[in-house]
T-cell receptor, first 114, second 110 residues
C-alpha cells in the first residue's frame, strides 16, 4: 500500500513564526502535492513538484514556499505564519510515469496559527 | 473543466448496497472520473477511478454510463466504517490537480 506520512497531525504556532510541514512517501513517486482544505472552500492546490528540486505554483502559493531535495520528501514552508493560514494541510503523491494515476494522501496536519 | 454534481447526503442500512451517483455532463473524452472519500479528521482516501469501462476493486465498483455524463459508485455491503463524505472528481489542468466539491455525506446506520 502507498504510504504518505505527514510529520505532525496537529501543530500550533504563533504569528510571524517560520513553519515547516514535512511529507514523506514510500512509493518512489515522481509527483508530490501540497493542498490546504478549508470549510466551504474545499481543497486548494498550493504547490506541486514533479521531480527533485522542481516545483510549480498551484492556485494559492502566496505566503508559502516548498523544498524537494530528495524524491521521497516534500516540505511546505510558511515563511511568516499568519492567522489566515490556519487550516488543514494535506500532502499527496502519485507516479508521473503513467498518466491518470490516483493521488494518495497523508492524514493531514491541522495547523493553528495564534 | 468538467464540473461534478452530487447529492449532498444519503443514508444506507448496514449490509445493504450504497449507490452514490455523480453527474459530470461536461467531461471530455480523455478525462477520468475519480472517487475519493474522507472520514472526519483524516486525509482523503482514494477509492477507484475509470475512463469509460466499468471498474471494480476490493473497495467498490464504478459504473460509468455509455455517454460518460454520469457515474455511480457502488459499495456492495456497506458497513458503519463506510460513513464518510464521498467525492466524485474529474481532475483538470496540466497538474491534474484535484478539486473537491461538497461531495455526498453517506451515513450508514445499523
Amino acid at each position: 500500500d502507498v504510504k504518505v506520512t505527514q510529520s505532525s497531525r496537529y501543530l500550533v504556532k504563533r504569528t510571524g513564526e517560520k513553519v515547516f510541514l514535512e511529507c514523506v512517501q514510500d512509493m518512489d513517486h515522481e509527483n508530490m502535492f501540497w493542498y490546504r482544505q478549508d470549510p466551504g472552500l474545499g481543497l486548494r492546490l498550493i504547490y506541486f513538484s514533479y521531480d527533485v528540486k522542481m516545483k510549480e505554483k498551484g492556485d494559492i502559493p502566496e505566503g508559502y514556499s516548498v523544498s524537494r531535495e530528495k524524491k521521497e520528501r516534500f516540505s511546505l514552508i510558511l515563511e511568516s505564519a499568519s492567522t489566515n493560514q490556519t487550516s488543514m494541510y494535506l500532502c499527496a503523491s502519485n507516479t508521473g510515469l503513467r498518466g491518470n494515476q490516483p493521488q494518495h494522501f497523508g492524514d493531514g496536519t491541522r495547523l493553528s496559527i495564534l | 473543466d468538467a464540473k461534478t454534481t452530487q447529492p449532498p447526503s444519503m443514508d444506507c442500512a448496514e449490509g445493504r448496497a450504497a449507490n452514490l451517483p455523480c453527474n459530470h455532463s461536461t467531461i471530455s473524452g480523455n478525462e477520468y472520473v475519480y472517487w475519493y472519500r474522507q472520514i472526519h479528521s483524516q486525509g482523503p482516501q482514494y477509492i477507484i477511478h475509470g475512463l469509460k469501462n466499468n471498474e471494480t476493486n476490493e473497495m467498490a465498483s464504478l459504473i460509468i454510463t455509455e455517454d460518460r455524463k454520469s457515474s455511480t459508485l457502488i459499495l456492495p455491503h456497506a458497513t458503519l466504517r463506510d460513513t464518510a463524505v464521498y467525492y466524485c472528481i474529474v481532475p483538470h489542468g496540466s497538474f491534474q490537480k484535484l478539486v473537491f466539491g461538497t461531495g455526498t455525506r453517506l451515513l450508514v446506520s445499523p
